[in-house]
């Protein structure tokens, strides 16, 4: 496990300056953020956030393998006490130098989501993990363990993924579903199944509110980053309509919704 830490490690420092994430930092994404950082969430899921989390200002969040931080953004501009934590070092100076320059006081930690070892214990209102988190962790009870070990009292763990039955097919859009592996095949590459994700949540002590499966809402789900640059206005028409592209069938995204328990005190 150590090695594949190291090699998860090298492989964001070196993504992290790729023209994706470059694209992911222009000017134009990030004042929008700042116009309007609801962007930075699924519908559905900023929905949920304000159902179960109520006013985000003034709340301690934090976001485990933070990535390209669009969400860390969106919630310090809501007013939240952020910490941004990414096993990537270079994945986190780029989002400082964004965070700096638009005036944004987050706390960025360089730590693996699996152990949280920097965080510290009872003291998040949320935890929040985003897209491709899952695909990169090998101890799923373990990173639920450490999660609900650094959330207060009845605090929530909002998880948002690619949902797993996406992962038997090869999801080329316009085409039909296209089977190329068992849906019970989790290794090598953790395609963690749902029974693995909501079992790892209530072993680790933490008690499920909520589960939605969501739709694609926009055309970047189906392609690759240079796929989708190079697609003209009709290439992307209706997408999303499952009568005309079938693989929209499935649901896109999987949001989970759990919570810490509250502790008991007492003789």
């Known amino acids: 496990m150590e ?34 950082p609801t962007v930075a969430f699924h519908p559905v899921v900023y929905e949920l956030i304000k159902k179960y989390m109520g006013e985000i200002r003034g709340k301690n969040i934090l976001l ?16 939240a006490r952020v910490t941004s934590a990414d096993i990537s070092e270079r994945q986190l100076e780029n989002a400082k130098e964004i965070a700096e320059r638009i005036g944004l006081d987050i706390e960025f930690i ?33 990173m639920y363990k450490n999660i609900n070990r650094v959330l207060k009292d009845q605090g929530y763990y909002f998880m948002y993924d690619i949902h797993p039955f996406n992962r038997p097919f090869s999801g080329e859009a316009w085409k039909e579903p296209k089977i190329i592996k068992s849906y019970h095949d989790v290794m090598p590459d953790f395609h963690w199944r749902m029974q693995d994700i909501v079992n790892a949540n209530v072993m680790a002590g933490l008690y499920i509110s909520e589960l939605a499966e969501l ?53």
């Open 3 to 36: 090695d594949w830490v190291k090699e998860v490690k090298n492989h964001w420092n070196r993504v992290s300056d790729s023209d994706w994430y470059m694209s992911l930092r222009t000017e134009e994404k990030i004042s929008r953020l700042q116009e309007n």
């Open 64 to 79: 485990p393998s933070s990535g390209d931080n669009h969400v860390a953004f969106a919630f310090a501009i809501m007013g």
């Open 110 to 142: 360089c730590d693996d989501t699996m152990k949280l070892e920097h965080i510290k214990d009872n003291a998040y209102d949320l935890v929040y993990t985003s897209n491709g988190t899952l695909s990169w962790i090998g101890d799923l009870t373990g």
């Open 215 to 267: 739709p694609a809402v926009d055309a970047s789900f189906w392609f690759t980053y240079d796929e989708f640059i190079n697609k003209s206005q009709d290439d992307l028409a209706n997408i999303n309509d499952w009568n005309k592209n079938p693989m929209s069938a499935l649901p896109a995204w999987l949001a989970l919704i759990s919570k810490k328990a509250r502790m008991e005190y007492g003789g």
